[in-house]
C-alpha cells in the first residue's frame, strides 16, 4: 500500500516537473504581451499619424483609418495571447465559424456602424470643424472612428452618433457654405406705422459691420396675432459671425424700440370680479 502511494507521489511530480517549466513559460509570455501591447499600440498609431498628416490626408479619414488600425492590433494581440495559452488558432476560428450566426447577429449593429463610417467618408456630406444637424444632435465635427462620430455643442459638450444614425439621416451642414442668413422676429403692437418700424430695423442693419449689406435686408409683416403684428427682419453675415450678429440685432431692436417708445406686445390676462 504504501508502496503505491510512494509510486503515485513520484509519477505526479514527474508530471509537475515535465509540465511546470512550459506552464511558467506561457504565464511570462502572457505577461510580456500584456506589458507591451499598450507601447506598442502607442507607437504604431503615432507613427501612422504622422505619416498621414505628412501626406495631407483628410481629418476625418486620418481619425477613421487609426481607429480601426487600433482595433485590428487588439485583435491580432489577442489571437497571440490565445496562441501563448497554448490554443491553436485553426480550433478559434473553427470555434467561431461553427457559432457564426450568432455572432453574426451579435455585431450586426457594429457591422452597419462600420459601413456608416465609410459611406460618410466616401461621400464627405460633412468635414472635420464643421457645424451639423441631425436628429440625434447638433454640434462641431471632432472627429469619426470605425463605430462613431463625435461632436462638440456650444456649451462643450460631446455628443457621441452612431455611424448608421448619420449616413440614414438627413444631415444640415451649416458650416459648407460661407455665408448665413439671420432670422429674427419682431413682435409690434397694433397701431405702430410700418414706416416707422422699417425705417428703424434699417438702420439697426445699416449701423452694424459684420451684415453682408450688398445682399439686402428683408423686413415685411408677416402675421397677424391677437395683440401683435410680426415682421420678418432677415439680414446676410459671414458664417463665423451668425451668433454676433444674431444677439447684436435683439439687442438693438429693444434698445431702440424704447428710445422711439414702440410698444412690444406681452400676454395680457382679464380678471373679471363677478359682483356679489
Do not use: C
Request: proline fraction near 1%.
Amino acid at each position: 500500500m504504501q508502496s503505491n502511494i510512494e509510486n503515485l507521489m513520484k509519477k505526479w511530480g514527474e508530471d509537475l516537473i515535465r509540465v511546470l517549466p512550459g506552464t511558467i513559460l506561457r504565464i511570462i509570455w502572457i505577461i510580456f504581451l500584456i506589458i507591451i501591447m499598450k507601447h506598442v499600440v502607442n507607437i504604431i498609431i503615432q507613427a501612422l499619424k504622422l505619416l498621414m498628416e505628412k501626406s495631407h490626408v483628410d481629418e476625418l479619414l486620418s481619425s477613421f483609418i487609426l481607429s480601426l488600425t487600433k482595433t485590428i492590433i487588439y485583435i491580432g494581440f489577442f489571437f497571440l495571447v490565445i496562441g501563448g495559452l497554448g490554443v491553436k488558432a485553426t480550433s478559434l476560428i473553427t470555434l467561431l465559424g461553427t457559432a457564426g450566426l450568432a455572432v453574426g447577429l451579435a455585431l450586426q449593429g457594429s457591422l452597419s456602424n462600420l459601413a456608416g463610417g465609410v459611406l460618410i467618408l466616401f461621400f464627405k456630406p460633412f468635414l472635420k470643424g464643421e457645424y451639423i444637424k441631425s436628429n440625434s444632435g447638433e454640434g462641431t465635427v471632432e472627429s469619426i472612428h470605425i463605430l462613431y462620430t463625435i461632436l462638440t455643442t456650444l456649451d462643450n459638450s460631446r455628443i457621441i452618433i452612431p455611424n448608421s444614425q448619420l449616413a440614414n439621416a438627413a444631415i444640415i451642414n451649416i458650416s459648407r457654405n460661407d455665408e448665413r442668413r439671420v432670422d429674427l422676429t419682431v413682435s409690434v403692437a397694433y397701431g405702430t406705422q410700418e414706416e416707422k418700424i422699417k425705417k428703424i430695423l434699417t438702420e439697426i442693419a445699416e449701423e452694424n459691420s459684420n451684415i453682408l449689406h450688398d445682399k439686402g435686408y428683408t423686413i415685411r409683416m408677416n402675421k397677424h396675432n391677437s395683440s401683435s403684428l410680426d415682421y420678418v427682419y432677415r439680414v446676410w453675415t459671414k458664417k463665423e459671425n451668425y451668433w454676433e450678429v444674431y444677439f447684436s440685432l435683439t439687442e438693438k431692436v429693444a434698445k431702440y424700440f424704447e428710445r422711439e417708445r414702440i410698444e412690444i406686445p406681452y400676454q395680457k390676462i382679464d380678471i373679471y370680479n363677478k359682483a356679489k
